[in-house]
């Protein structure tokens, strides 16, 4: 099987996996009441601080901060001569966002009913899709970091990580996504990020 239809395949088992997923969340077990409270409980504990740290983490995974972050990437690995990882990126990212727009149409979960703070949204609340494309950057990144000595690598894998679970507890302060949103979108980041980097491999590294 070719390496198209292979990344077509997987994709297409993970929008199923996700629809399947949404579709019981939202149906048999009732939308998950404890997701309501945790969101409640997020905001009710936060203050002024909270609220403003949430926004800026937030903002930071709109759609145009993620692509200048992978184009920079892109950039990056042209400057170094790898041009073949260069399109990693893009592909990442662009894997992500099919497979929200595809799971979240399917699913069409209404967002959280707090509040909601920060740019509102067309899409269903599940899964993420802020957290899946910047979750794919992520790994995209973390594997590019391997350039690195290994103590900038591991600190630079490091700040990944502590980014990520902060954007997911953002996205739940602000009232964008509940819990298991976040966790899709983690699953699908990551999914995707993992298929933009075995694309790009040699024919002989198989």
Do not use: K
């Not at 990056?76 to 727009?101: F, I, K």
């Not at 703070?117 to 269903?124: E, F, V």
């Not at 990144?141 to 391997?146: I, M, P």
């Not at 990551?190 to 491999?201: E, F, N, P, S």
Request: hydrophobic share 45%; net charge positive.
């Amino acid at each position: 099987m070719s390496r198209v239809l292979r990344t077509a395949a997987t994709i297409g088992s993970l929008i199923a996996v996700n629809a399947l997923a949404g579709r019981l969340i939202t149906g048999p077990l009732r939308d998950l009441p404890a997701e309501h409270r945790l969101n409640h409980d997020l905001r009710r504990a936060g203050g002024t601080a909270a609220a403003r740290w949430a926004s800026a983490v937030s903002r930071s995974s709109d759609t145009s901060r993620a692509v200048a972050v992978g184009l920079g990437l892109t950039a990056t690995l042209l400057a170094l001569g790898r041009r073949r990882e260069a399109a990693v990126p893009a592909l990442a990212m662009g894997l992500a966002s099919l497979t929200h727009v595809a799971s979240s149409t399917l699913v069409g979960r209404p967002r959280p009913a707090v509040e909601r703070l920060g740019t509102r949204q067309p899409t269903s609340s599940f899964p993420s899709g802020h957290v899946g494309a910047m979750t794919a950057l992520a790994v995209v990144l973390g594997r590019a970091a391997r350039l690195l000595p290994r103590p900038a690598a591991v600190g630079v894998r490091a700040v990944l990580a502590g980014y990520l679970g902060m954007l997911g507890w953002s996205r739940l302060y602000n009232g964008q996504h509940y819990a298991s949103d976040v966790l899709a979108g983690y699953l699908n980041g990551t999914v995707c990020g993992v298929i933009a980097l075995c694309a790009i491999r040699p024919a002989s590294d198989e």
